[in-house]
């Protein structure tokens, strides 16, 4: 797994050129969304996409979002049936509450959202802390100027391409120009930070996604609705990779 920002990092000072830093290429990483599983036999389903490169677990809880979903004793479950890493998306208030019981359960990395933070670099500063990954994420009406003073502090940002809290949304178009500009802002930068999408995101669209700057794609009735999970996650790499050249 790819180490945490800083390697490229380049400070602007008045009256110097900035440094020009060539565009990443990162690699595509799969993360099936078990919100989209069967629950009734998650250890199952969990298990049928070992090919996946992150299990993407959304916790939610009713306030912040308009549905509730799991806890800490789900992701130490999944924690237990699976040794991919697992991408733990709290659309919660209060993160900053929470953090240390979902990385005791087994997070490693942990999404929180930039509009339920208003600290959102000690947020940050704390899940770094507990050893694991930061991502921030971002709603679909959210500018990416939200985070552009953390963007040296964590892993990754996720965009929303659906207005969080349920899953099997229609993917939200402008999600794209944001993705392009959110790269472009990174590059400009010279951080190693991944931009992950999650949201309507299928096979039929994930080239669209990649093409734009995504590098790690969420998936949930897109994988899971499907009849045979790690022949569509192999062919949404594929696509995703296809579509970067």
């Excluded at 690699?27 to 599983?37: D, E, G, W």
């Excluded at 979002?65 to 049936?81: D, S």
């Excluded at 990754?156 to 207005?163: A, E, F, K, P, Q």
């Amino acid at each position: 797994m790819r180490a945490s920002m800083g390697a490229r990092c380049g400070r602007r000072n008045a009256g110097v050129t900035p440094t020009r830093y060539p565009p990443l290429v990162l690699p595509i990483r799969i993360a099936p969304s078990i919100l989209s599983a069967d629950f009734g036999r998650l250890a199952a389903e969990v298990a049928a996409i070992a090919t996946a490169d992150y299990v993407h677990v959304d916790v939610m809880d009713g306030h912040f979002v308009p549905n509730l979903t799991i806890g800490p004793v789900v992701v130490e479950a999944v924690r237990r049936a699976t040794k991919l890493p697992l991408d733990v998306h709290l659309m919660i208030e209060d993160a900053e509450r929470w953090v240390a019981s979902y990385a005791k359960a087994g997070a490693d990395l942990i999404g929180v959202h930039a509009e339920a933070c208003p600290h959102l670099h000690r947020t940050v500063g704390q899940i770094r802390d507990l050893g694991k990954q930061a991502v921030v994420v971002l709603n679909p009406h959210t500018p990416i100027e939200a985070v552009e003073w953390v963007l040296r502090d964590v892993q990754m940002v996720l965009v929303m391409s659906v207005n969080p809290g349920f899953g099997g949304q229609a993917f939200i178009p402008s999600a794209l120009e944001k993705i392009t500009r959110l790269r472009r802002l990174i590059d400009e930068r010279g951080y190693t930070v991944e931009i992950e999408v999650d949201g309507g995101v299928k096979t039929e669209n994930v080239d669209l996604v990649a093409k734009a700057g995504a590098n790690v794609i969420v998936s949930g009735s897109g994988i899971f609705g499907t009849k045979d999970y790690a022949a569509t996650i192999a062919e949404m790499r594929r696509r995703a990779e296809a579509a970067r050249h």
